[in-house]
């Protein structure tokens, strides 16, 4: 008899193990994200057609658009070239009001407070050390030349 059939039940126990390793490791963890005290968790279901004029920058890389009046303080939707993204509009390291609303400036998104934040809009991420929450991200599910964008 050979080493594997010695051993088939370590194997079979390693390879369970290592399955339940990987899953539990490859699940990602988001309740900093979600558990964010200036927004709130607000429930929408938006769709998107690219074809149209107000949505048509959406079908070439590295261009984003405002969507208001859903979300925290609308939505901002991101070609990255990898994908489509969207985020909330809202600062999310400051409580809402009129200065946390996030600017596009190329794949930037910045508030015009007194303090100005910046967040790559490609990734979600501050731009500035310090800032402990990132952009508060939407899913998107495109198909064809619409975008669904929901929570």
Request: hydrophobic share 40%.
């Amino acid at each position: 008899m050979n080493f594997y059939t010695n051993n088939k039940r370590l194997y079979i126990k390693l390879v369970l193990i290592l399955g339940l390793v990987w899953s539990f490791s490859s699940c990602e963890d988001d309740d900093l994200r979600r558990d964010n005290p200036n927004l709130l968790n607000l429930r929408f279901d938006v769709t998107l057609n690219k074809s149209l004029p107000a949505y048509n920058q959406l079908n070439f890389p590295g261009n984003a658009i405002y969507y208001p009046g859903v979300a925290n303080k609308g939505l901002l939707v991101i070609n990255t070239g990898a994908g489509i993204l969207a985020f909330d509009a809202a600062d999310p390291n400051i409580v809402p009001r009129d200065c946390s609303l996030l600017q596009i400036n190329g794949l930037v998104g910045t508030s015009s407070c007194e303090i100005p934040n910046s967040y790559s809009l490609v990734d979600g991420l501050p731009m500035e050390d310090g800032l402990q929450y990132p952009l508060y991200n939407y899913r998107v599910q495109e198909t064809g030349n619409i975008i669904r964008i929901f929570n």
